[in-house]
């Protein structure tokens, strides 16, 4: 009889995809998978630590499966993930009850650390730092037809406010031969895109003893037939190359869209986040690229009340997002995280001066949002179909090249094509569309 896995997955694509091969591993060790916890034998946390509040949430989410451990003694229950990384002795002190903890080094051990739980009842901890991770990890993918496929894990850059460097490591580039192959198993599977994931793709290569860098990378990949679309995240702005831009020009399965995370428009702040680069060269880098690519979708981070963010500083970040007019931001009150370099500055500014600041660059991004979107009404675009709409039933909903989400009318049939819709409505968060005949 099969056993249940329940697992909840939190933060970024990285994560996403750790967490198909955790639940490919368990389908291979004859588990299957529920989106029920109440009825798992085994439930694993695969955790995020960006911001205290996701920390928190995790927590809160351990204190709901402690119910259910009490109600069944046999459930076990896995943390992993970069929680997990950083802070396993936290994770043990406010959840004594947690059977295992996994790091992001150690989750593909997976199977063989469950059963010695079950068969041993002792508790496992192990987060020691591996130099690699296998290859040829079997996954249980969320999407049919859109998939992710890391390049590299790790980041050298040390921002004073994140602690990626300490939770995934250093900087890491897999095999470009590993890479193909993987994406050449999934064109054979019948996908469509693949999504390139690294914390800096833009650096791949470092340490490989044949040295191929990201745009060379870029174009073996576009060269495999069936794949259709090739994108990426996330790109540092210090480490965008004219050949780079260039070849997302020239390749045609690579999209026309870039994410490239500014965090904010104050010198002085970047600075002390020790980002690399000052406004005048983000600006001037944005400048160049839309002028290489003119269709190019740009989307961004944004921190807000960073410490020592004075209200000019943070009038210099609303300016340069008027100036730029980005297609989407993900936007975050500075966290104090920990172990980082910016948690010990002592001009730490007060929650609601953060939320306040934040609620105000929301509203302007809403209406620049509005704004371009607005602008697209009348034009055709080429939509991956991903499947039926999230509000609606009997639509459908895909993505542009430029990674705008419109919304269909169409049969279920085209689930996974590719398909050209004129945009005839829009709002701040989908485009409306029909198909062309």
Same mark, same amino acid.
């Given at each position: ?7 909840? #997955?939190?933060?970024?694509? @990285? ?34 630590? !960006? ?27 896995? !943390? ?32 063989? !650390? ?21 290859? +040829? %990890?079997?996954?249980?993918? /969320? ?8 390049? @590299? ?94 070849? @997302? ?6 999209? *026309? ?28 880098? !944005? ?6 690519? &003119?269709?190019?979708?740009? #989307? ?17 970040? %609303? ?20 172990? #980082?370099?910016?948690? *010990?500055?002592?001009?730490?500014? &007060? ?18 949002? *509005? +704004? ?39 049969? &279920?049939?085209?689930?996974? /094509?590719?398909?050209?819709? +004129? ?15």
């Amino acid at each position: 009889m099969f056993k249940k896995a329940y697992i909840k #997955t939190y933060g970024c694509q @990285m994560n996403e995809y750790d967490s198909e091969v955790m639940a490919g591993l368990l389908t291979k060790d004859h588990y299957q998978l529920t989106s029920k916890p109440e009825e798992a034998d085994l439930i694993i946390l695969n955790t995020c630590y !960006v911001r205290e509040k996701v920390k928190q949430k995790i927590y809160s989410k351990l204190g709901e499966i402690k119910k259910l451990k009490e109600k069944n003694p046999h459930l076990i229950l896995g !943390v992993c993930g970069c929680v997990a990384q950083r802070r396993p002795e936290e994770v043990l002190q406010q959840a004594p009850y947690v059977d295992f903890i996994l790091g992001t080094f150690n989750f593909y051990r997976l199977p063989l !650390v469950v059963r010695r739980v079950r068969e041993s009842g002792e508790r496992i901890v192990d987060v020691e730092e591996r130099e690699t991770i296998p290859e +040829k %990890l079997p996954k249980l993918r /969320k999407n049919r037809f859109s998939a992710y496929v890391p390049i @590299m894990r790790g980041c050298d850059n040390f921002c004073t406010y994140c602690n990626v460097p300490y939770v995934r490591g250093r900087e890491r580039s897999r095999l470009p031969e590993d890479i193909l192959r993987e994406v050449e198993e999934l064109s054979c599977q019948g996908y469509k895109e693949v999504t390139l994931l690294g914390q800096n793709v833009n650096s791949y290569g470092k340490g490989l003893e044949n040295r191929l860098d990201f745009a060379d990378l870029l174009t073996r990949i576009n060269c495999i037939e069936g794949i259709e679309r090739i994108r990426f995240t996330t790109s540092h702005p210090k480490d965008i190359t004219d050949k780079l831009i260039q070849r @997302m020009r020239d390749l045609d399965k690579v999209c *026309e869209h870039l994410h490239l995370p500014v965090q904010a428009g104050s010198n002085k702040v970047l600075k002390r986040m020790r980002r690399g680069y000052t406004k005048e060269r983000y600006l001037e880098l !944005v400048d160049k690229i839309r002028k290489t690519i &003119p269709q190019i979708s740009l #989307t961004t981070d944004i921190i807000v009340g960073f410490p020592g963010e004075s209200e000019q500083d943070f009038q210099e970040t %609303l300016d340069l997002v008027r100036k730029v007019e980005f297609d989407g931001a993900f936007t975050f009150c500075y966290s104090r995280i920990k172990g #980082t370099e910016a948690a *010990e500055f002592e001009d730490q500014l &007060p929650e609601e001066v953060k939320k306040e600041r934040l609620r105000r660059l929301i509203q302007l991004q809403r209406e620049i949002l *509005e +704004k371009r979107n607005k602008s697209l009404v009348g034009q055709k675009f080429e939509v991956l179909v991903e499947g039926l709409s999230k509000k609606s039933s009997d639509e459908l909903q895909g993505r542009t090249r430029t990674n705008k989400v419109v919304v269909f009318k169409g049969s &279920p049939d085209l689930v996974g /094509k590719l398909v050209q819709v +004129k945009i005839v409505d829009s709002s701040q968060w989908a485009l409306r569309g029909e198909i062309c005949g």
